[in-house]
C-alpha cells in the first residue's frame, strides 16, 4: 500500500522455497513502479522468472450496462471491486440478475444495482479515500485493524460485499471516523 504502488497495492506472495510471485496494481507508469517494488524488495529484474501484465477495469457508478437488448456484465461493465480488483462474484450474481431480467421483462440496469450497486459503490467510495492516503494514514489504518476486536469483526464479516462491513466498523471503532474526513477533503 501506499508509495510502492500509488492508487492500489503490491503483493508478494511466496509460491515454493525459490519462487515469489510479485505483482502491483497501479494506474500509470507499471513498469516504473515495477522497478521500484524490485529494489524495495531487495531484487532486480534479472531476479524475475516471467513478466505478466493485464488492464484492471474498476467499477465507475456511471457506467451504463444496457442499451435495448444489449447486455453488459461482470469485466465488461465494471463491476469490480475498487479495493481489490476482483470481480468474479460480481460478474454471477450480475449473470443472475440478467437471466431474470430477461426472463421476466425487467430492467437489468436496476436489477443488478438492486444486489451490487451498494457495495460496488462502497468500495468506490473506500478507493476515493485510499487514493488520497499518505503512507502514514495506510500505518495508522493498520495499527488499528490489527486490534484483536476489529481483526475478529472483520473475520466475521463477508469482505464481499463492504457496505455492511464498513457500517459496523464505524459503530465499533470510532477511530475510523478519522479517515472519513479525509475522504471529503
Known sequence: LGSIAPNFFAWSVPENEYFTRIGLAVESEPNAYFRKFLRHIGADEKDVAD?????IPIYNPGVKTQIGNTYLLGDAALQVKATTGGGIIQGMLAAKALAGSIKNNLNYEKEWRKVLGRDLYASHLIRKLFNKFSDRDYN?????VKREKIKKLIEHHDREFPSKLMANLLFREPRFLYFAKILFQ
Open 51 to 55: 513478466y505478466q501484465g493485464g488492464l
Open 140 to 144: 495508522m489504518l493498520l495499527s488499528i
